[in-house]
Nanobody, 123 residues
Framework: QLQLVESGGGLVQPGGSLRLSCVAS????????IAWFRQAPGKERERVSC????????AYADSVKGRFTISRDNARNTAYLQMNSLKPEDTGVYYC????????????????WGKGTPVTVSS
């Protein structure tokens, strides 16, 4: 089973930046889609971004477009989420997830999940 471990979360001031990392226990090949989710207290988990090499789709939630960037380095078994111009509403626990043969479009779920890394944006 693929295992994912997130890191890079913490406390940051509004307008600041963080880069989250997601290290996979096994090789992340082209047929794996990688996504980032977040969940704030009392709110439903939402997808922040998704990257699918098989479909060529890179997707972002409207709330983070232009500020967040998803990337991956298959050689290092690592995915990243670069977060710039952070706002207090970005606060939450961020999760890395993966699924095989997922296009990041249409219905579907993620099979593999990390434990999450908390991000707090506050002055």
């Amino acid at each position: 089973q693929l295992q994912l471990v997130e890191s890079g979360g913490g406390l940051v001031q509004p307008g600041g930046s963080l880069r989250l990392s997601c290290v996979a226990s096994d090789d992340i090949l082209d047929y794996y889609a990688i996504a980032w989710f977040r969940q704030a207290p009392g709110k439903e988990r939402e997808r922040v971004s998704c990257s699918s090499s098989s479909s060529g789709i890179t997707a972002y939630a409207d709330s983070v477009k232009g500020r967040f960037t998803i990337s991956r380095d298959n050689a290092r078994n690592t995915a990243y989420l670069q977060m710039n111009s952070l706002k207090p509403e970005d606060t939450g626990v961020y999760y890395c997830a993966a699924e095989v043969y997922y296009a990041c479009s249409g219905p579907g779920g993620m099979t593999y999940w990390g434990k999450g890394t908390p991000v707090t944006v506050s002055s």
